[in-house]
């Protein structure tokens, strides 16, 4: 018996004027990923497996543990394709390095021709350690082709983590970043901050109904790929969350909306989980230790 929602999926992705195009192009960028690879890697086949003609793009640049390797070996196999982005290294400042990072991706697509059906922008870090099923992918491909959306991004178990990509008519997160620093003097307070602010946020944002909005991302956002080309991650000063910046430029360029789709869920990153004093001061002492030897 044929799959009604893969059917669905598949009749919009057949126009004959655009034939070579592929279904669906997935944007990714790793570094020091090479445990969590493997898994990323089994998702594209999925995907593929599923009948989408799947291509990938990934950028790396100065990992430390075999990731480089990595990429190099699958695309030797026609997995992937490694994207060198070296130049992320010189740049200060994480936000401004992921702008330019995603935004390097980007017009690489865009330099490949017509924009594919649909593209999948995804992080191959820890939230890739289980990543959504591909009928999931494909129902939420459906669900893409509603009046009223550019995108839907992915939900999360146990619980809604990425708060600065966020953003409705009620709530913005963009400052988040500056109120975490002036939080982060003593161990208490920063804990307290997080228990009384950042978890309550997220916990709000845990629905098991669909969920629209301005802003999202979640791990993985699925895109019309003609309403990505209207993005850029760049701004002036990246005050902000390069998705909400792209996000943003979408939505006012198409007058549409995304959807954050509770079928389309990754696992909660350890490194957001919500947790008591003790385990959250340990996790803090680790993450920094392990920003240490990275450099």
């Known amino acids: 018996m044929s799959d009604p929602v893969q059917g669905r999926v598949q009749d919009s992705l057949q ?145 809604y983590y990425d708060l600065l990509a966020y953003e409705d008519e009620a709530v913005s997160y963009e400052y988040l970043l500056d109120d975490i620093a002036r939080h982060r003097r003593g161990a208490l307070g920063y804990y307290r901050f997080f228990s009384d602010t950042i978890y309550p946020a997220q916990s709000a944002l845990t629905r098991e109904r669909e969920t629209t909005c301005l802003s999202a991302f979640n791990g993985l956002t699925l895109y019309r790929g003609a309403d990505y080309r209207l993005g850029s991650y760049l701004d002036d000063d990246y005050a902000r969350c390069e998705h909400l910046t792209l996000n943003r430029r979408i939505a006012a360029a198409t007058g549409r909306r995304m959807l954050v789709d509770p079928g389309l869920v990754l696992r909660t990153p350890g490194d957001h989980a919500q947790r008591g004093f003790l385990s959250f001061y340990a996790s803090r002492v680790r993450k920094m230790a392990v920003a240490r030897l990275r450099g």
């Open 15 to 159: 126009d004959p004027v655009d034939a070579e195009r592929p279904d669906i192009v997935v944007l990714a960028l790793a570094r020091n990923c090479a445990a969590t690879l493997p898994a990323f890697l089994r998702f594209l086949t999925s995907l593929r497996d599923a009948g989408l003609d799947c291509r990938a793009l990934v950028g790396e640049n100065d990992s430390r543990d075999g990731t480089g390797a990595l990429l190099w070996a699958a695309q030797a196999r026609g997995e992937l394709s490694h994207v060198p982005t070296a130049f992320m290294a010189d740049i200060r400042g994480r936000l401004a390095r992921m702008a330019r990072g995603r935004e390097h991706l980007k017009r690489v697509l865009d330099g490949q021709g017509p924009a594919p059906a649909y593209v999948c922008v995804a992080d191959i870090d820890n939230v890739m350690a289980r990543p959504p099923e591909a009928g999931a992918v494909l129902a939420a491909l459906a669900k893409l082709e509603r009046p009223g959306l550019f995108a839907v991004s992915a939900a999360s178990q146990p619980h």
